[in-house]
Nanobody, 123 residues
Framework: QLQASGGGLVQAGGSLRLSCAAS????????MGWFRQAPGKEREFVAA????????VYPAAVKGRFTISRDNAKNTVYLQMNSLKPEDTAVYYC??????????????????WGQGTQVTVSS
């Protein structure tokens, strides 16, 4: 089970840190990812990190602003979001699975999903 938290309302240019706590099993051997979905839009890949934290993947839309990290001892993955823009507004979901660098952008390679946390960025 994955539990996402840390969402909220923030002004443009602000920061938020999302957390995703895993329970029920150890996720340290799995890749972890963040996705988001805005109203009326398709789910969008946001970030991914390999099991050893050695590999991270970001789309161009968030690269340089968002940072994904993980603490395997705490079974938790984080998404630090800086310089937030109104277009970052969405429900953010964490996910875990066997994704690798070449497949991390696709939700099909994640088997476990959290319930989502709302991020709203006001202009």
């Amino acid at each position: 089970q994955l539990q996402a938290s840390g969402g909220g309302l923030v002004q443009a240019g602000g920061s938020l840190r999302l957390s995703c706590a895993a329970s029920g099993r150890t996720f340290s051997s799995l890749s972890m990812g963040w996705f988001r979905q805005a109203p009326g839009k398709e789910r969008e890949f946001v970030a991914a990190i390999g099991w050893s934290s050695g590999n991270t993947v970001y789309p161009a839309a968030v690269k340089g602003r968002f940072t994904i990290s993980r603490d395997n001892a705490k079974n938790t993955v984080y998404l630090q979001m800086n310089s937030l823009k109104p277009e970052d507004t969405a429900v953010y979901y964490c996910a875990a699975g066997d994704a690798v660098v070449s497949t991390a952008r696709s939700g099909l390679h994640y088997d476990y999903w959290g319930q989502g946390t709302q991020v709203t960025v006001s202009s």
